[in-house]
């Protein structure tokens, strides 16, 4: 089995460096033969490997499409601007950024372009799903911002909305952001629209988990309400890792100088080529069922879980993403992470709005483009409520783990 999957590249690291091929070999065997439930992970293709791997690794080219500070230029010119127009086609935006190097980098970007420090946010408490960027006292964010949270209604696990509205008008924040890592409903982006505009707030739509949803068509767009989207390429879009800012051509070049020269030097036009080459496959067909499919994987997976016992936030989800406590079954999330880990069944722990105690946080995205369907969810509901429990001894569900992924290879050979 080759090391990378980017031909040109596989079969010298493991003639010249065999100890890191080794590596690289485990990662891949390990990736293929557990099941990855971890939400923000997917399995790119060959070909976005394929370009990560490329002699595009080798140039710098700090700015933008004609106007670099290199020379030697002409060809990743050609692929940025390749980029930016599908991106924007993709999505329906006037202008698309793909530089950024990750999802927080793109955050930084669109804060730097709208805000000033001191300025205040309203955006989503950690403790109910924002993100480091949202207002954490260890993240860039907290220090140079004044974060005003919101949260989630502690019944329904459902964004309180009037608490949006109240702290809007209470605290006429310079900008509003709505996303989350955790969050398993659409965002009412028309809200949070309308009350952006009661106070005169830009709107940041942080949509780094949805966005490969909303490229297939199977979640509503923030393009048409934010002021700015932030998103990751890496997550449910399943392109290399990365970030990408789209907004309207009025502040198209604030976010630009944002991006360069503000937080970044040189951009990485070997991932801006795999950005190219992922937006370039998610405007397909078979990428809008692949998303349907996530959806409706999660779907399965949420009431399945519930009918096992655990207590699914929302009472269900409508993306890839399925959050839910444990407790029930007699343990925590952190015991309940080790249990499965040990099983083969990797996925994380989570926040849960008003638990003491940690869930666990799963998503569908890597599974679905294995290949696997609700028949499939139903079986993984069903050995993970097993496992938790401690019912089901985890040798025995390794196997069954080992069994079940054996039959989606994720890189068939
Ligand atoms: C994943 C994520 C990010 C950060 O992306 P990185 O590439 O890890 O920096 C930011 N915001 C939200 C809402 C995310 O889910």
């Not at 997917?42 to 080798?58: D, K």
């Not at 989207?229 to 907004?247: E, I, Q």
């Amino acid at each position: 089995m080759s090391v990378t999957h980017a031909p040109q590249t596989a079969d010298v690291l493991a003639r010249q460096d065999p100890e890191l091929a080794e590596i690289l070999l485990g990662e891949l065997d390990r990736q293929s033969s557990t099941l990855q439930l971890v939400a923000a992970e997917n399995f790119c293709s060959p070909a976005v490997l394929a370009a990560l791997g490329s002699a595009l690794a080798n140039k710098y080219a700090e700015g933008y499409p004609g106007a670099r500070h290199h020379g030697g230029c002409e060809m990743v010119d050609v692929a940025e601007r390749l980029a930016v127009e599908r991106a924007k086609s993709l999505f329906g935006a006037e202008h698309a950024n793909v530089q950024s190097h990750s999802g927080s980098s793109a955050v930084l970007a669109a804060y730097a372009a709208l805000l000033r420090p001191g300025d205040t946010v309203l955006a989503l408490g950690l403790p109910y799903g924002g993100h480091l960027t949202h207002g954490s006292p260890a993240n860039f964010s907290g220090r140079w911002f004044d974060f005003v949270p919101y949260g989630v209604d502690a019944e329904t696990g459902i964004i309180d909305h009037e608490q949006v509205r109240t702290l809007a008008r209470t605290h006429r924040p310079k900008a509003i952001v709505c996303g989350s890592i955790a969050y398993p409903r659409h965002i009412d982006y028309a809200y949070f629209r309308e009350v952006a505009d009661e106070v005169g707030a830009y709107l940041i739509a942080d949509a780094a988990h949805p966005i490969g949803l909303v490229a297939g068509g199977a979640a509503p767009s923030p393009v048409p309400y934010a002021d700015v989207v932030c998103a990751t390429t890496h997550k449910v879009l399943r392109g290399p890792r990365g970030g990408m800012l789209l907004c309207g051509s009025e502040l198209a070049e604030r976010v630009d100088r944002a991006v360069f020269p503000f937080t970044q030097g040189g951009a990485q036009m070997h991932t801006i080529a795999a950005k190219a080459v992922a937006f370039g496959e998610a405007a397909t067909p078979a990428f809008s069922a692949y998303a349907h499919q996530v959806v409706a994987n999660a779907r399965v997976l949420a009431a399945a879980l519930a009918d096992e016992g655990l207590v699914v936030t929302t009472g269900g989800t409508d993306t890839h993403l399925v959050t839910a406590d444990p407790a029930p079954l007699g343990v925590d999330g952190r015991t309940a992470r080790g249990r499965l880990a040990a099983a083969g069944m990797v996925l994380d722990c989570c926040v849960l709005p008003h638990a003491d105690l940690r869930g666990l946080r799963l998503g569908t995205a890597a599974v679905t483009t294995q290949g696997m369907a609700e028949k499939e969810m139903a079986r993984i509901a069903a050995l993970l409520a097993g496992v938790v429990r401690g019912g089901v001894e985890s040798a025995r569900a390794r196997e069954e783990v080992r069994d079940l992924v054996g039959g989606f290879p994720p890189y068939p050979a």
